[in-house]
């Protein structure tokens, strides 16, 4: 079984101090070693060498996958090949301008551990669309092809964003596979390096002003019931968006999924980053009082919620609520009303209204800050200051509203 790693070789310190990142090839007894276009620094290893960068790990584990797949074609459980044959052979397919992206970026894609491979697919198929071609090659994918793919989602600035970034990530990973420049291995000659795929503002299109806010929480209760008497999509809608509000933000997915609730606090890792970080995104959610109707109104019999007791996957959840919110939208006069907004809204009016530090909203949020890496390691994490500043929050919407409770 032959087994990948990435790793740098600690005696290998280059002049500008710092280390080439290297693929380990293991089969049996011996290793193998193959070289990337990657360097890290001294502050990028943990202190036995080991590489800890996010994305220096999640580009090798591109290359990986791609190695992994070109290894099982060589049938060594039949084939007796010594480590150096293994690691020529690896390295040996051939690509260049004239191979095809298209084909690179379905096996990308096929073996990506990663959430939102779904996004990439899509962006592979808005490029093959504006290219008007199903078989897009390396050498289509320019500085200018990708500006004027970018100019065609005019208007879309998510997917302006999304497709973009997309596009050009799957295009490096190739070209820290195919290439090696310094030992004169250029296989893919041009770079996207002079483009910089635009970043969506999504604070300005998705948070509300507080009058949003509370035009939302005074919307009545319908009181009707779907034709298997569970809460009708606008209600179920709206009660969400208040629970995320007021519980810092918290997606669906987590809605979905939460389990742990000891009758004072909610402890969920974020489903969208837990398997991204270290501390796997634990966070601990004080529910404020003005919930306490919300949390028996939708009491689940395993989980915190029920809503894995009405829809079968957290994505069906998701679509109901973004539904349900269109009605709700349509209610209080804000069209195009999605549940994103609920966690944009939070942060916005912490921030705006209420005064409370960017650095705690940070934490709100659940985000890590790049450069509070380290500072991470060593301080043990305290919950009491964000939720606090949530009690602060919650305290003044719910006074500006008039009202001691969420409506249900």
């Not at 049938?75 to 690509?95: A, C, F, Q």
């Not at 604070?203 to 035009?215: M, S, Y």
């Not at 003005?290 to 959840?317: D, I, P």
């Not at 998701?318 to 209080?332: D, F, M, S, T, Y």
């Amino acid at each position: 079984m032959v087994t990948f790693k990435a790793t740098v070789k600690k005696e290998k310190m280059r002049k500008d101090k710092t280390w080439k990142v290297l693929i380990r090839v293991t089969h049996g007894k011996r290793s193998g070693y193959i070289p990337t276009s990657m360097y890290v620094s001294r502050k990028e290893m943990t202190a036995s060498f080991r590489i800890k960068d996010r994305e220096v790990l999640e580009r090798c584990e591109a290359l990986i996958r791609e190695y992994r797949r070109r290894a099982d074609s060589l049938s060594l459980e039949l084939n007796d090949i010594p480590i150096g044959g293994i690691v020529e052979r690896l390295k040996e397919k051939s690509r260049g301008g004239n191979a095809s992206f298209t084909e690179y970026a379905e096996g990308w894609m096929a073996g990506a551990k990663i959430k939102g491979v779904k996004n990439y697919r899509s962006a592979l198929n808005a490029l093959k669309r504006f290219l008007g071609k199903g078989d897009i090659l390396f050498s289509d994918v320019t500085v200018a092809a990708m500006r004027a793919f970018e100019a065609s989602l005019a208007g879309k600035p998510r997917a302006q964003s999304l497709y973009t970034n997309g596009i050009a990530r799957m295009f490096n990973d190739a070209r820290d596979l195919f290439n090696d420049e310094e030992c004169g291995v250029v296989q893919i000659r041009h770079s996207l390096r002079r483009y910089k795929p635009p970043r969506q503002n999504v604070a300005e299109k998705r948070a509300l002003g507080l009058g949003g806010i509370v035009a939302i929480m005074r919307l009545p209760d319908t009181g009707a019931r779907t034709r298997d008497g569970n809460v009708c999509l606008h209600d179920l809608a709206r009660d969400c968006f208040l629970l995320s509000f007021f519980l810092m933000g918290m997606n669906t997915a987590d809605l979905y999924a939460a389990s742990d609730f000891d009758g004072e606090y909610i402890s969920y890792q974020r489903v969208k980053t837990k398997d991204r970080r270290a501390d796997h995104a634990l966070i601990r959610v004080r529910v404020h009082p003005c919930l306490s109707g919300l949390l028996e109104k939708y009491r689940g019999k395993c989980r915190v919620f029920n809503f894995s007791e009405r829809y079968a996957t957290a994505s069906g959840f998701n679509r109901a609520v973004n539904a349900g919110l269109k009605e709700v939208g349509a209610a209080v006069g804000i069209p195009g009303l999605q549940f994103y907004a609920a966690r944009h809204s939070m942060a916005t009016a912490a921030v705006n209204e209420v005064g409370i530090s960017k650095y705690v909203v940070n934490e709100m949020l659940n985000h890590l800050d790049p450069s509070m890496r380290v500072t991470e390691l060593y301080v043990k994490k305290d919950f009491a200051a964000i939720n606090d500043a949530n009690a602060l929050l919650a305290g003044y919407v719910l006074g500006k509203a008039g009202v001691g409770t969420v409506a249900c």
